[in-house]
């Protein structure tokens, strides 16, 4: 059995000594630099064994912070979820990609980058997936402001 | 790459969007020498129209008839995975037809979505037709019986957070359990024709290999999962809902290739009948479909205000992991509403299971995946 988030926050403090922990709500708060050396450690410690990224996704708090948000599961182990959650900066939003370690986060990353602009630092092949290329925005930020289809055109088609 | 250096030719070609093949409209841009893959890579977002930013503008019940178009064959599991996660949320009991309601309507989209799906795969490999006239068949029964249930035969907008919407009509149990009396019958005749034919055989057996290890670190999910042999079935390991009740297997594959996707999508419907005659048995005569609290949140849903906090609702929709992940601010609308759709993901071994395979057989890796567009562009 997986043990409690509070449990999981001390175990993971004492395998990677200088590495800042918080539990907040159900989810477990890690630094961005942070994020490759936890999760290649949940990843390869035998009583954890989160092999299996099931979840990626991102949320906007204007006006200063964005966060990205993992849920991890363990497909050997039978077990999970841990919510893992960054906090960035809103503007120029930089994480390290997990997708060397999750092949699986490689599309969920892309959208994330897509729709809310946040860059994975290491992914290998980081484009948009959903917009299409030369597309200006992220739709999914809170402040974005869809074109208006009722307007009329500012010039006819040539 | 070296092979540029040689005298063969690489040629570029687009698949799609505009094809029959690809399911919908989703291209794969491919580098062929000669007949063989060198490379791969699939463009998705011909359908996307953000259906989760409408989702954080309107209430959480709103949502519903929207999930129907997610995984259009699937409206009704689609359906349950939102509720699950509205509750996990707001902490709302489910009444306990309700409950059996839903794992019977949940594992008949199972059927009908797997029977078609074979139907499909065998269109894909050049069988035009006949097999598919003989899935679509039976699934027209099974929607005849959602449609006497919900109103609707593929937009089903039937489940809601503590049950679903309204009762069955006084027949619907006795039909239902015929038609799943009578489903084995046609199980056995499609896999006489199917299971054991030479061609099928020659077709599909060690075509699109995908190994144990790469599913499991691509984060594949459901019957292609399984086909690789990896023993990871949702309604075991999460025990949602009351699936903890039935006895059933999960099917495994040895090889991983297209054939054991086939296999293990035939023996899944049959485990699926199982569950269903017992659900069908056990079901409570009276009782109401729908508990006081989720009632009431049906009948005014902008009064409906969750606690501030996150949820992640999953289920094993018929084509693998379907997640629902909800942040509540307090307010009537979900300040985030996110889809973490099956085909989205296992999309990504695509390219791997294609490489030094035939363009003929790309087509048949696609269709044994089991992709639908309005759930990879959302």
């Known amino acids: ?158 | 790459m070296s092979l540029q250096a040689a005298d063969a030719q690489l040629l570029e070609v687009s698949l799609g969007p505009q094809h029959p093949s690809t399911h919908g409209v989703f291209r794969m841009n491919v580098t062929l020498d000669g007949e063989t893959i060198v490379k791969l890579k699939p463009v998705m977002g011909y359908l996307h129209r953000n259906h989760e930013q409408i989702g954080e503008r309107i209430s959480y019940i709103a949502s519903f008839p929207f999930t129907d178009r997610l995984d259009y064959f699937c409206a009704m599991s689609n359906n349950f995975g939102l509720a699950l996660a509205i509750e996990q949320l707001g902490g709302i009991p489910v009444s306990e037809r309700g409950e059996y309601l839903r794992v019977i309507m949940a594992e008949l989209t199972r059927l009908l979505n797997h029977t078609a799906v074979t139907g499909f795969l065998l269109n894909d490999m050049g069988a035009f037709g006949t097999p598919l006239l003989y899935a679509f068949r039976e699934r027209e029964k099974i929607l005849d019986l959602f449609e006497a249930a919900s109103g609707s035969r593929m937009m089903c907008n039937y489940v809601r957070p503590g049950g679903v919407r309204q009762d069955v009509p006084p027949e619907w149990l006795r039909q239902a359990r015929q038609l799943v009396d009578g489903y084995p019958r046609f199980l056995d005749e499609f896999e006489r024709l199917l299971t054991e034919n030479e061609i099928i055989r020659q077709r599909t057996q060690r075509v699109g290999i995908l190994p144990k290890e790469l599913a499991v670190n691509a984060g594949v999910t459901g019957p292609l999962l399984r086909a690789s042999g990896v023993n990871y079935d949702i309604r075991k390991v999460d025990g949602y809902s009351i699936y903890p009740r039935f006895g059933f297997k999960v099917p495994l594959g040895t090889v991983g290739d297209v054939y054991d996707r086939y296999y293990v999508r035939i023996l899944e419907m049959r485990e699926s009948i199982t569950i269903l005659q017992q659900a069908l048995k056990d079901i409570p005569e009276s009782s109401p479909a729908i508990s006081p609290k989720g009632q009431a949140l049906v009948r005014a849903p902008r009064t409906f205000r969750p606690p501030k906090g996150e949820a992640y609702g999953r289920i094993e929709a018929p084509k693998g992991e379907l997640g629902f992940f909800l942040v509540s601010d307090g307010s009537p609308q979900p300040y985030r509403y996110h889809i973490r759709s099956p085909s989205f993901v296992n999309l990504t071994v695509l390219e791997d299971m294609c490489l030094g395979q035939k363009v003929a057989d790309t087509i048949i890796i696609l269709g044994s995946i089991d992709i639908v567009m309005g759930e990879v562009d959302r």
């Open chain 1, 1 to 158: 059995m997986l043990p409690s988030l509070e449990e999981l926050r001390v175990a993971l403090q004492g395998l990677l000594p200088g590495v800042s922990l918080v539990v907040e709500g159900n989810a477990l708060v890690v630094e961005a630099k942070d994020v490759i050396a936890v999760c290649r450690c949940l990843k390869d410690t035998e009583r954890f064994g989160m092999d299996y990224v099931a979840n990626l996704t991102a949320i906007d708090y204007p006006p200063d912070r964005m966060e990205v948000v993992y849920h991890l599961y363990s497909m050997g182990k039978k077990q999970g979820p841990v919510a893992l959650k960054v906090k960035l900066p809103r503007t120029n939003p930089i994480v390290d990609s997990v997708t060397p370690i999750w092949r699986g986060a490689e599309f969920q990353e892309r959208e994330v980058y897509d729709l809310y602009g946040v860059t994975f630092t290491g992914h290998p092949d980081l484009r948009r997936i959903l917009m299409w290329d030369g597309f200006e925005g992220h739709p999914m930020r809170k402040d974005y402001v869809p074109e208006d289809q009722d307007a009329p055109e500012a010039a006819p088609h040539p």
